[in-house]
T-cell receptor, first 116, second 112 residues
Framework: GAVVSQHPSWVICKSGTSVKIECRSL??????MFWYRQFPKQSLMLMAT?????????EQGVEKDKFLINHASLTLSTLTVTSAHPEDSSFYIC????????????FGQGTRLTVV | KQEVTQIPAALSVPEGENLVLNCSFT??????LQWFRQDPGKGLTSLLL?????REQTSGRLNASLDKSSGRSTLYIAASQPGDSATYLC???????????FGKGTTLSVSS
């Protein structure tokens, strides 16, 4: 199957700093990528849909100014958590579909963010 | 609004047992449904994908079924092994190219 690479796998940062998470499709082009967040023992919740070359679409309740998404190329989307606070600590994971087979979704390894 | 429910939330079985994980959804107009495995602190591994026109898919010891009319999908695991211990997530999308909607998962523990 297609490969989605997410980096970093885990990060610890101080409250008030910003953290950037990268999501790359390694062997296919993805015009659309999705960013999810997962709190402990909870399901994955969609945060936003990242569209190559245009603005991301955010889900209700997700602050677009806090969670900046950039999808500058067909293989890379980034999520920046700005002015992170302890309540932003979570597991963030991205997903993409192979543009030639717009069915199966592939996921990155996820990023464990801890804000102290 | 589509909702996905997985029952049970947790399941413990001895090695060798056959088991069934259940997933239900409220809106039968789905595009496809996927089953994933998630190990603690890790990302998602896709297990099986069922298109809306299909009724089941098989891969090794895994078999997933889909009954859209009743809003149900099941994941059957044959001859369970300790290595099968993980959280199994059911997810679906309502339209082509849209994001997946996830259930909360079933955490499976297989003892040797």
């Amino acid at each position: 199957g297609a490969v989605v690479s997410q980096h970093p796998s885990w990060v610890i940062c101080k409250s008030g700093t910003s953290v950037k998470i990268e999501c790359r499709s390694l062997d296919f082009q993805a015009t659309t990528m999705f960013w999810y967040r997962q709190f402990p023992k909870q399901s994955l919740m969609l945060m936003a849909t990242s569209n190559e070359g245009s603005k991301a679409t955010y889900e209700q309740g997700v602050e677009k100014d806090k969670f900046l998404i950039n999808h500058a190329s067909l293989t890379l989307s980034t999520l920046t958590v700005t002015s992170a606070h302890p309540e932003d600590s979570s597991f963030y994971i991205c997903s993409a579909r192979d543009g030639t087979d717009n069915t199966e979704a592939f996921f990155g390894q996820g990023t464990r963010l801890t804000v102290v | 609004k589509q909702e996905v429910t997985q029952i049970p939330a947790a399941l413990s079985v001895p090695e060798g047992e056959n088991l069934v994980l259940n997933c239900s959804f409220t809106d039968s107009a789905i595009y496809n449904l996927q089953w994933f495995r998630q190990d603690p602190g890790k990302g998602l591994t896709s297990l099986l994908l069922i298109q809306s026109s299909q009724r089941e898919q098989t891969s090794g010891r895994l078999n997933a079924s889909l009954d859209k009319s009743s809003g149900r999908s099941t994941l059957y695991i044959a001859a369970s092994q300790p290595g099968d211990s993980a959280t199994y997530l059911c997810a679906l999308c309502n339209q082509a190219g849209t994001a997946l909607i996830f259930g909360k998962g079933t955490t499976l523990s297989v003892s040797s």
